[in-house]
């Protein structure tokens, strides 16, 4: 099957709509679209990979809202954690730092 001119302009022009959609704007460096890409930047996996590391910049290490409700529980005596649960919860984090 051959392809026209157009037709190949058509393709590379939806190329980089979808590529668009997928790559931030404001993208890592080193985080290149295939148009862009030479022999020394990143596989499709790291491209992956540098996408998710960006979208995680944008999450908070805590989230403020759980935690001051949290304070205010403990300042008013109504939280109770047993040692045993918290126990539990610090093996189970222990077992998921081990996965990353």
């Known amino acids: 099957m051959k392809i026209s001119g157009v037709e190949s302009s058509k393709a590379a ?4 709509a979808a590529e668009a959609r997928i790559l931030p704007a404001n993208r890592p460096k080193g985080l290149v679209s295939t148009r862009e890409k ?13 996408v998710a590391e960006a979208a995680l910049k944008d999450v908070p290490d805590s989230r403020d809202e759980i935690v001051d409700g949290l304070k205010e529980r403990i300042k008013a005596g109504e939280y109770k954690v047993s040692g045993e649960e918290i126990a539990e919860m610090m093996l189970r984090r222990r077992d998921a730092d081990r996965i990353r």
């Open 13 to 16: 022009g939806s190329q980089s």
């Open 38 to 50: 030479t022999s020394t930047s990143l596989s499709p996996l790291e491209q992956g990979m540098a």
